[in-house]
């Protein structure tokens, strides 16, 4: 029969992780980035499992676990050992800042739910309606020069939208986001996009028309009297 082991031997091992844990976390507060490399490989893989946990997508999971991470350099020099051993308060940390996203992006879906329940049919009938006076009155060239002024996820959706051809339901699947966020990011592009090109053409309208150099006269020639 195998031998039991102590509990003392776990208890030992523990305490030996916490003291290794706190002095990392002490010169990672005088500014040892080698000592916060090494407190980040023994806590990561703990710290990331509860992120996880809490957030159920993998990618959120390691963005915020690298949110955790930037606050625990931040605050490494004012940990205090009343607060529980590091591992503990790193949990802590990471807890809340889970938290904090989930309550975060659930006030964002509740936002853009409620735009797609007032205006369900916005950015459908009138933004087509923009969009074709947009091209009707400007070259594709000044479209796609004001297009890539616009924030990354509303070029994402006009492109979708009018280039491509989905439908908001299409992108909503295509992107995994909701529908109300893609009405939302139609209609503030189209916005800006408008303004854009509204500000485009003030600016060709406010050059100085070409001046035309009177035409000089040529001299006329005398016929000799002779």
């Known amino acids: 029969m195998p031998e039991t082991v ?14 290794r844990l706190s002095e990392l976390i002490r010169r990672a507060g005088c500014g040892q980035e080698d000592a916060f490399a090494e407190l980040y490989d023994l806590t990561a893989a703990r710290v990331h499992g509860i992120v996880l946990r809490v957030l159920q997508a993998p990618d959120l999971a390691a963005e915020v676990t690298q ?40 006030a964002q879906t ?21 969009w074709e006076a947009t091209r009707e009155h400007f070259d594709a060239d000044r479209i796609q020069t004001s297009l890539e002024k616009l924030t990354e996820s509303q070029q994402q959706a006009l492109t979708l939208a009018y280039f491509g051809g989905y439908t908001q339901s299409q992108i909503a699947r295509l992107l995994q986001i ?13 916005s800006r996009l408008r303004d854009e090109l509204r500000t485009e053409r003030g600016h060709h309208s406010d050059r100085p028309a070409p001046r035309h150099r009177p035409r000089s006269r040529q001299p006329q020639s005398r016929r000799g009297t002779g």
């Not at 909701?178 to 189209?190: A, E, H, M």
């Open 67 to 106: 949110e955790v991470y930037v606050e625990i350099w931040q605050q490494s020099s004012r940990y205090n050992k009343s607060s529980g051993s590091v591992m503990a308060w790193a949990l802590t940390i990471a807890r809340r800042r889970a938290i904090d996203r989930v309550r975060a992006t659930a």
């Open 178 to 190: 909701p529908i109300g966020t893609v009405k939302t990011r139609i209609r503030d592009g189209l």
């Open 6 to 19: 102590p509990s003392w031997v776990g208890r030992g091992k523990t305490r030996m992780e916490n003291d």
């Open 110 to 130: 509740a936002r853009d739910d409620l735009y797609a329940r007032q205006e369900p049919r916005a950015g459908d009938h009138r933004g087509d309606e923009v």
